[in-house]
């Protein structure tokens, strides 16, 4: 392209001309985008949903809500049949799964069982939801479609300090059942409806929750703006709207209606938005916070004087050595007086300060061993006290409009930040919007929430269809649209399109006029209490080849848990849950290969610093650090997304790793001798009664007559091997039992904790 150019002609003027060329077709291709995104706006997505009539069936010995209506039609125009209802124990550990990411614990399943009233099954779905346990499950699942983690990613994958207050407040507005449409609105513009409210900016963290380059060197800030703006867009389109409209960011979607013009209208919308954390103002408590820090600074610069101390003369003669090498134009420039340099020997000046720089491993492999090990004993101490730097006052990691007024944005072309093409101004997806809505208001103000408003309509032909999609695919495996973040035209077409209408209608509708009123919970409700939902997962009266792909939900799918339901519920067995909530991530240990693998550069001994408290390590998957360059290995081998992209579905792959994880990982090995202590403290009489309870904690059900055989088979086997084996003492054991006796339980409880009917919601 910069062929184009006179010779001599610079890159950045050909950038120019090829601006101005392309900014005039741009202009024309304006004017035409609207008609034309009109006339193709024929997609089933981009039409306001229609609440169709509830069908009528046959078979109504079956029929418990609206929803198995359009279910059952639809296996009747089939002439299919569907499945049995599951049993109680089955159907109540289903509900706890997919509601807590818990089991139910035995005794919740015993008052299940024993409670014979015609609502059993409801009022615990309504316990369930009422459980602080829900929004934790719930908040996972839309952290993985806004991508959130508590660090930026990339190359620095620096750390986010108070990100996880979005993460809580997530958790608190589900399981205070916030409305979605005021879920949205506080998310996309909550500084704009309350800005002095600390949990409503809180709340615009959602735009924050993506990825960002926050990197250092020459990068352009213009660029780095721009990247930013394209990862909001990205996160409404992909989280909101169940558009890939990121691919107009360089030319005219490719399948969709959305010109590349629409992607920047969009994007005006957050044209004057930039982060921001949110503080109350309190000198008090800032003047305090500053002693505070100042003190802890005063414990740790004895300890850093020391180091570099110890240091200095090492540094010296490297650096001396380095000086030695230096070439003589770089020599020659830093014995010139600073104030005399020329411009070409301040650039050489500066080149060579970096070469002269002593990275910690050049260092550390100078130090003599005793030196080198004073260095390891003070950092050490250095490290411990880090642990205990004062908290931050708190913030609130959102947004604020702090551009005013707002720059002008432009369709870029090809997507390249600094060729601006025709300007725009914010405006709605012209295949999203019906003629008659209202104009963006003339004083530009409230951009985001004008959005937010929009987003928020009832009648508005996505929003609703893509969340109660989701919604639906969490709770039956797939989702009434198969691919949940993309209902555009290169998407799947929904099954049952209906019944995905009605759902849609009936969940923006409010409540006084006989609607959801946006109510998860209600919408939850709805769904689980369902003949649908209740179905087993055996299926005689249909054969699977029949719905192989359980298309048209002749069976309730078999299904994996995902990574942070199998470790908590690992830990659930084991009585060694953590159950509070909330508050900063926590670092558990990591492996030392990993580590070794991941950190290779930086001082080595201090990039992922452990939590101290190891209580904590026991929390919940939600609360431990989400860093987007560094899973945990058995969350990753399950499955547990990057954080990179929106993840409307997670992947459920299964390969040798997953297993070798949960046999061999010390996590496993210490859960499952946690748990086997338990059975000894709760079951003390003998092998059976320590089975049926293991059963009960694990499985939510007694063992079968086979299972019993086998089990004592594996006890007896394994205390002739370990007992001619031989295991070491251990301290702490309870009461008369013995060190090979414990070792035998834990091989049978990891063996448990490894069956496929511990790792399946069935």
């Not at 950038?15 to 291709?29: D, F, M, Q, S």
């Not at 890939?244 to 969709?256: E, L, S, V």
């Not at 942070?564 to 990591?590: F, S, W």
């Not at 989400?626 to 992209?645: E, S």
Request: with cysteine.
């Amino acid at each position: 392209m910069t062929g184009i150019g006179r010779k001599g002609q610079s890159g950045m003027a050909v950038r120019e001309i090829l601006a101005g060329l392309l900014g005039l077709a741009g202009v024309a291709a304006l004017c035409a985008t609207a008609s034309s995104s009109r006339a193709a706006a024929t997609h089933w997505a981009f039409r306001p949903p229609t609440a169709a009539r509830v069908p009528l069936v046959n078979d109504r010995s079956r029929l418990r809500t609206p929803v198995d209506a359009f279910w059952l039609a639809a296996l009747e125009r089939r002439k299919l049949a569907p499945a049995p209802e599951a049993d109680p124990r089955t159907l109540l550990r289903r509900a706890a799964l997919d509601l807590t990411g818990l089991l139910p614990t035995p005794d919740e399943l015993s008052a299940f069982l024993a409670d014979s009233s015609p609502r059993a099954y409801e009022n615990a779905v309504d316990r369930l939801l009422a459980s602080s346990a829900y929004g934790e499950r719930w908040a996972q699942h839309w952290l993985d479609v806004i991508r959130y983690a508590e660090t930026n990613g990339f190359e620095g994958d620096g750390d986010r300090p108070q990100a996880w207050r979005y993460r809580d407040w997530v958790v608190e507005a589900l399981n205070r059942d916030l409305p979605y449409d005021q879920f949205l609105l506080c998310q996309i513009a909550g500084d704009e409806l309350k800005p002095d409210d600390f949990q409503y900016r809180t709340a615009t963290g959602f735009l924050r929750a993506g990825p960002q380059h926050v990197v250092g060197g020459n990068t352009d800030p213009r660029e780095l703006r721009q990247e930013w703006l394209t990862e909001a867009v990205t996160g409404v389109g992909a989280g909101i709207l169940g558009l890939t409209i990121q691919c107009a960011r360089c030319h005219d979607h490719k399948f969709d209606p959305l010109p590349q013009a629409d992607f920047y209208r969009l994007q005006a919308f957050f044209a004057g938005t930039a982060n921001r954390d949110f503080r109350l103002p309190n000198p008090e408590e800032e003047r305090a916070q500053a002693a505070r820090v100042a003190a802890h600074g005063e414990l740790l610069r004895p300890i850093r004087q020391q180091i570099a101390t110890l240091e200095a003369p090492y540094r010296a003669r490297l650096q001396e050595a380095k000086r030695d090498r230096l070439e003589p134009r770089y020599a020659g420039a830093l014995q010139t007086a600073a104030a005399k340099r020329t411009p070409e020997q301040q650039r050489l000046a500066q080149d060579a300060q970096t070469m002269l720089k002593v990275d910690w491993d050049e260092l550390v492999a100078a130090l003599t061993p005793p030196d080198r090990e004073r260095r390891a004993a003070l950092r050490r101490q250095m490290h411990a006290l880090d642990l205990q730097t004062p908290p931050p006052l708190p913030a609130a990691p959102g947004v604020d409009e702090l551009h005013q007024p707002a720059p002008q944005t432009s369709v870029l072309v090809r997507g390249e930040w600094s060729v601006p093409g025709a300007p725009v101004q914010p405006a709605f997806p012209a295949a999203l919007t019906d003629p008659g809505t209202p104009a963006f208001p003339a004083d530009g103000t409230s951009r985001r929430t004008h959005l937010a408003r929009w987003l928020t309509r009832p009648d508005h032909p996505l929003t609703a269809r893509v969340f109660v999609n989701r919604v639906w695919l969490y709770h039956f495996g797939r989702g009434l649209v198969a691919t949940p973040n993309d209902f555009g035209r290169h998407g799947a077409q929904p099954t049952h399109p209906e019944l995905l209408d009605w759902l849609a209608v009936r969940f923006a509708t409010p409540h006084s006029e006989g609607g959801l009123g946006w109510s998860l919970k209600v919408l939850h409700r709805l769904l689980v209490t369902s003949s649908l939902y209740r179905q087993a997962s055996r299926n005689p009266a249909t054969p699977a080849a029949r719905d192989p792909d359980n298309r048209w939900y002749t069976r309730t799918q078999i299904r994996r848990l995902d990574a942070e339901a199998i470790r908590d519920t690992v830990l659930q067995a084991a009585g060694t849950l953590n159950p509070e909530r909330g508050g900063a991530p926590v670092r558990v240990p990591l492996e030392p290969e990993v580590y070794d693998t991941i950190f290779t550069e930086g001082e080595p001994d201090n990039l992922w610093p452990v939590t101290p408290d190891p209580r904590q390590h026991r929390r919940r998957s939600l609360y431990l650090l989400h860093k987007r360059n560094v899973r945990l290995p058995l969350l990753a081998v399950f499955d547990q997304p990057d954080m990179l992209t929106p993840c409307g579905a997670r992947s459920e792959s299964v390969h040798a790793l997953q297993a070798l994880s949960l046999l061999n990982s010390d996590f496993s090995t210490e859960q499952s001798r946690a748990l086997a202590l338990r059975l000894f403290q709760e079951a003390p009489q003998d092998d059976a009664a320590r089975v049926a309870r293991l059963f009960a904690l694990a499985l939510c059900r007694p063992p079968g007559a086979a299972e019993a055989r086998a089990t004592r088979q594996f006890l007896a086997e394994q205390r002739r091997h370990l007992a001619a084996a031989g295991v070491p003492a251990r301290e702490g054991l309870p009461p008369g039992v013995p060190a090979v006796e414990l070792e035998v339980w834990t091989d049978l409880c990891l063996a448990t904790l490894n069956r496929n009917d511990f790792l399946t919601w069935r």
